[in-house]
C-alpha cells in the first residue's frame, strides 16, 4: 500500500507561481509513473503532467511552457513547478501513482486558487 500526501497549495495571484509537492509513503522509483491531476469545480479531473519512470515526462497543452513536473528520488517525493499562474488554473490538485502492475494510487488533493 502506498500512500501519497500532497502539499504546497493556496492562494495567489495570476502571474505567480507555486510548488506543488507528492510525497510518498514508499519508494517512487518503483513506480511506473507518477503524475499531477486537476479537478475544477464542475468539471472532470484532468491530467496536467506525467513522470514515467524511466524520467520522460509529459504535459497537457494548456501548461506547457509554465508547469515542470521533477521528482527526488532519495527523497520519495514529486513535485510540480507552476509559474505564470492563470485564473483558469484553480483547481484541486491531486498526485497519482501507477505501478508497475497498473494499480493506481492517489492523494487527497490540494487547493490552488489563482486570484486576479
Known amino acids: 500500500q502506498v500512500q501519497l500526501v500532497e502539499s504546497g497549495g493556496g492562494l495567489v495571484q495570476a502571474g505567480g507561481s507555486l510548488r506543488l509537492s507528492c510525497a510518498a509513503s514508499g519508494s517512487i522509483f518503483s513506480m511506473n509513473a507518477m503524475g499531477w491531476y486537476r479537478q475544477a469545480p464542475g468539471k472532470v479531473r484532468e491530467v496536467v503532467a506525467v513522470?514515467?519512470?524511466?524520467?520522460?515526462?509529459n504535459y497537457a497543452d494548456s501548461v506547457k511552457g509554465r508547469f515542470t513536473i521533477s521528482r527526488d528520488t532519495a527523497k520519495n517525493t514529486v513535485y510540480l513547478q507552476m509559474n505564470s499562474l492563470k485564473r483558469e488554473d484553480t483547481a484541486i490538485y491531486y498526485c497519482k501513482g501507477t505501478t508497475m502492475y497498473y494499480v493506481d494510487y492517489w492523494g487527497q488533493g490540494t487547493q490552488v486558487t489563482v486570484s486576479s
Open positions: 513522470i514515467s519512470r524511466g524520467g520522460s515526462t
